[in-house]
Nanobody, 126 residues
């Protein structure tokens, strides 16, 4: 059974950091592009950042530029999202997604991604 499981979410104060993980089971992630999406209350799910199979990255959400870093460990079938200098606007449910499009600019829509995790809640609040 193909499955993605996110972890690492939680409550953090503004300016703090969190590290999210996405682990794949039932399939290998090394040939896929992996993206992190987030969904704030009452808003649509949006693409945040993506990493290609070869390790190149693309940041979709301008507001996280320089604060969020995506990385992958193919040996562990895991993709991580390091988030720093968190802001209240970063609050939401964070999802990892698997696709094979190569993190193109045209891959922003949810419909371009094939497999999804269940999400992990990130709350930035004092």
């Amino acid at each position: 059974q193909l499955q993605l499981v996110e972890s690492g979410g939680g409550l953090v104060q503004p300016g703090g950091s969190l590290r999210l993980s996405c682990v794949g089971s039932g399939f290998t992630l090394d040939s896929a592009s992996i993206a992190w999406f987030r969904q704030a209350p009452g808003k649509e799910r949006e693409a945040v950042i993506c990493i290609r199979s070869g390790g190149g990255t693309r940041t979709y959400e301008e507001s996280v530029e320089g604060r969020f870093t995506i990385s992958r460990d193919n040996a562990k079938n895991t993709v991580s999202l390091q988030m720093r200098s968190l802001k209240p606007d970063d609050t939401g449910v964070y999802y990892c997604a698997v696709g094979y499009g190569g993190c193109r600019a045209s891959d922003r829509p949810v419909s371009r991604w094939d497999y999804w995790g269940q999400g992990t809640q990130v709350t930035v609040s004092s």
